[in-house]
T-cell receptor
């Protein structure tokens, strides 16, 4: 069964600090990995999407990494802001699998 | 260019009533997906539709749940005779091509169903 495990489940950081979220997956074969940000009560919004050949992709203060060999990804948030408080979801897909495999998310709380 | 539009955003129903959730995909998108999200759980696939066709409904309970995407109008997720366990957030997503490729998947804001 394809699985996506995210850690930590939640974390609290002070405004201006950095943090890193982890995503491990067993999905095979692999097509791409996406990170989404989901604000409370809202729908997920795409941050990055990476294919097999991509190791790093940035979107502003968000930087995602991918190691397809070890099946691990991370999302690094630099100089956190209060608006970064949200759930961050890792989503992995196979070439012909439209169902996608969703992680349970990491809830980030940024405090002033 | 409007995004994926879902309504209602919040819906309260009593046990045994029917719930109808609507989703209008982004302009030009012909692929629609419905997902269900319970608190502190990941989104779970329910059904995949294209215009007038149900491609895969394997994630949807066989009883009480149905979905459609007519030639004209929004996609509708229908839950008959709701029970308390149906309380969840239901998200619709659309894409210009089949998800799983490198194409983008756009989500609506969700419909939150509460069953009393």
């Amino acid at each position: 069964k394809n699985q996506v495990e995210q850690s930590p489940q939640s974390l609290i950081i002070l405004e201006g600090k950095n943090c890193t979220l982890q995503c491990n997956y067993t999905v095979s074969p692999f097509s791409n990995l996406r990170w989404y940000k989901q604000d409370t009560g809202r729908g997920p919004v795409s941050l990055t999407i990476m294919t097999f050949s991509e190791n790093t992709k940035s979107n502003g203060r968000y930087t995602a990494t991918l190691d397809a060999d070890t099946k691990q990804s991370s999302l690094h948030i630099t100089a956190s802001q209060l608006s970064d408080s949200a759930s961050y979801i890792c989503v992995v897909s196979s070439p012909n699998d439209y169902k996608l495999s969703f992680g349970a998310g990491t809830t980030v709380t940024v405090r002033a | 260019n409007a995004g994926v539009m879902q309504n209602p955003r919040h819906l309260v129903r009593r046990r045994g009533q029917e719930a109808r959730l609507r989703c209008s995909p982004m302009k030009g998108h012909s692929h629609v997906y419905w997902y269900r999200q319970l608190p502190e759980e990941g989104l779970k696939f329910m059904v995949y539709l294209q215009k007038e066709n149900i491609i895969d409904e394997s994630g949807m309970p066989k009883e009480r749940f149905s979905a459609e995407f007519p030639k004209e109008g929004p996609s509708i997720l229908r839950i008959q005779q709701v029970v308390r366990g149906d309380s969840a957030a239901y998200f619709c997503a659309s894409s210009p091509e089949r998800a799983g490729s490198a194409g983008e998947l756009f989500f609506g804001e969700g419909s939150r169903l509460t069953v009393l």
